[in-house]
DNA sequence: TTTATATAATTCGTAACACAAATTATTAGC
DNA sequence: GCTAATAATTTGTGTTACGAATTATATAAA
């Protein structure tokens, strides 16, 4: 193969992984039945619960206007809950509910998982030659020093 | 380095790649003053113009009723133009302006030149790393039968 | 201690997607 | 010619996303 066509081929194996990560992602929204920024915040207040809109914000990248509306939803489908802070009573404490701790439980990490079980069960020779590749376009890029972020999100806005 | 953690590293390197990207795709839609959508189907008409609502709205994966809209604000902003044909007068042929495709012409395409001219400058030794690399992550994630898209569009709707 | 300033969340107003359903105009099939 | 199907659009609804203004509370300064 000349290596223009070997080119060609990296970027459309990239252009691959991307477009099967997106699907992974549209089908966690369908079975959930939530929006993406609405899994999204699920998501975060799953690892950080109790937190407050300010710091969902923080986390989500939005402003606090944007996330008091997806919050919104989300309280209304008794997914969050909303307590006010006794130590400041300006903020509000975010929480899952039950429903919003077993929703996000069970809802799909298909790409996560995938990609473990997958790289685990490759003989160590291949895992090295797959990390090297990654780091090869990491470089290329020019991403090295971009702290990761969970990968749908990269998806979002 | 442990397995499970040059595991994570792969992981986070791809988590990096796709901040890179997405990263690129908002500095575009910042510098071109349009949304993702409307740069988008700007792209599509660069090379496939002049073409019908509905086969735009068919590329895009989107419904035809929204495509209207993008339309709308793209013809409004005198980068499309709006022609009702005469061999079918339901259908309506989108063209670029010439303003629209200068535009497009110089929107930048940051991501595809950074990756090409890596991978160009990489020798040959390592571009094969690289591409059996990202084959095997291909193959993980079952994306071999997928038919690649561009890059930016994975992170829209 | 009062005053001023800052902070936390919310509301309000605006814009863009995104879609289903209904509508209008035109074409194609019988 | 009458009926079906097709192409684009309009209408109505919901979600994201933001800046600016607002309300309530906390902190700092005087």
Known sequence: MGKHQEIEEVINDLRRIFQAISQHSREAERESGLTGPQLWALQILDTAAPIRVSELANQMY???????????????????????????RRAVDLDLTRQGRELVDRAPKVTQVMLLKGL??????????????????????????????PLQHSLQG
């Open 120 to 149: 685990e069960a490759l003989p160590d020779a291949d895992l090295e030659v797959v990390a090297a590749g990654m780091k090869q376009m990491v470089r290329i890029l020019g991403a090295e020093a971009l702290v990761p972020q």
């Open 62 to 88: 939005l402003s606090a206007a944007t996330v008091v509306g997806i919050v919104d939803r989300l309280e209304a489908k008794q997914l969050v809950s909303r307590t006010r802070s006794t130590a400041d």
